[in-house]
């Protein structure tokens, strides 16, 4: 469980890394970007930590909702400060880093979860 929890880390630490870089080469439009993926990051690794040692499963969903929000919601604010056109012309390769990040974070804290759920019974 510790490596899986290290490698979340690894993931939350990396992603404003990543969007720094896209910023220097101007695939992000702002900062936002960066803000937005560090904000997420630590609000989901404080809620992660918080809940790592709990007895039940279960409250691994509460650091689970912050990924799935940014699935949700990282097209939209996108869509909206962009406009479609050029969102779908210039910034996918950022769109689709926000998503491998989140989705990766949810595969990890899925398996912390089926890793709790075996070590109650």
């Known amino acids: 469980m510790k490596k899986i929890y290290k490698s979340y880390l690894v993931s939350v630490v990396l992603a404003p890394v990543v969007f720094w870089v896209y910023l220097l080469f101007d695939l992000v439009c702002a900062a936002r970007a ?4 560090v904000v997420t990051g630590v609000l989901s ?3 992660l930590s918080l809940v790592y040692k709990s007895k039940k499963a279960l409250m691994l969903l509460v650091p689970l909702l912050v990924p799935v929000f940014v699935v949700i919601a990282s097209p939209i604010i996108m869509v909206n400060r962009l406009g479609a ?4 012309s210039q910034r996918i390769p950022a769109f689709v880093t926000f ?4 989705l ?3 595969v990890l804290i899925s398996i912390l ?9």
């Open 34 to 37: 960066i803000v937005f993926e």
């Open 45 to 47: 690794l404080t809620l």
């Open 85 to 88: 056109e050029k969102f779908l």
């Open 99 to 102: 998503e491998i990040f989140a």
């Open 104 to 106: 990766f974070q949810i």
């Open 113 to 121: 979860i089926g890793m709790k759920k075996r070590l109650e019974r």
